[in-house]
């Protein structure tokens, strides 16, 4: 069965400084990742999505890779704020489904502190 | 706000009652999903519905039991539930517009479920 890992329960890094999450799966091809934040009581919500025939993809402060060899992607966030700390889900996508199903992995949990 | 509705927020109920979950969204999609999120656990899909049809239900108790009346309403059904049940349950909708989809997926809040 698929599986999908992230590489923390959680992470703590000062202001600043760059947060980099790792995902990793395994026992599947995902035709394309997607990035997830969530907020205490509150549903996840979409940050960016990256196909498998990319390597990069950026948005403002936050950069994703995808290695279809390594079965990874990066997920970083530069010059980290306070305001970034929440918990971050990948969901590499299910190649089969029409629908696209995601299946998420457990999040890492970010802390930025001042 | 994400354009998807959620309600209860909170529910406590016994494992004899029967009670039901409401997910509505404003965006025009014609897919909605139900997921369950336990504690430490990952988001874990339960039944998909695409243009009100159920195509997905991942070996789901029957002790679930979703609706989808149109494509902009999803309801759960909730009866005779164990104490195990208890999570955060949350509503999703997407456009899917044929055989490869990169939908994103808008969540809504959420329904803080408590089984005693």
């Not at chain 1, 934040?37 to 402060?61: A, H, M, S, T, W």
């Not at chain 2, 195509?55 to 609706?67: G, H, K, L, M, W």
Request: charged share 20%.
């Amino acid at each position: 069965s698929q599986k999908i890992e992230q590489n923390s329960e959680a992470l703590n890094i000062q202001e600043g400084k760059t947060a980099t999450l790792t995902c990793n799966y395994t026992n599947y091809s995902p035709a394309y990742l997607q990035w997830y934040r969530q907020d205490p009581g509150r549903g996840p919500v979409f940050l960016l999505l990256i196909r498998e025939n990319e390597k990069e993809k950026r948005k403002e402060r936050l950069k994703v890779t995808f290695d279809t060899t390594l079965k990874q992607s990066l997920f970083h966030i530069t010059a980290s704020q306070p305001a970034d700390s929440a918990t971050y889900l990948c969901a590499p996508a299910d190649r089969g489904s029409t629908l696209g199903r995601l299946y998420f992995g457990r999040g890492t949990q970010l802390t930025v502190w001042p | 706000e994400t354009g998807v509705t959620q309600t209860p927020r909170h529910l406590v109920m016994g494992m004899t009652n029967k009670k039901s979950l409401k997910c509505e969204q404003h965006l025009g999609h014609n897919a909605m999903y139900w997921y369950k999120q336990s504690a430490k656990k990952p988001l874990e899909l339960m039944f998909v519905y695409n243009f009100k049809e159920q195509t997905e239900n991942n070996s789901v108790p029957s002790r679930f039991s979703p609706e989808c009346p149109n494509s902009s309403h999803l309801f759960l059904h909730l009866h005779t539930l164990q104490p195990e049940d208890s999570a955060l349950y949350l509503c999703a909708s997407s456009q899917n517009s044929g055989v490869r989809s990169y939908n994103e997926q808008f969540f809504g809040p959420g329904t803080r479920l408590t089984v005693l």
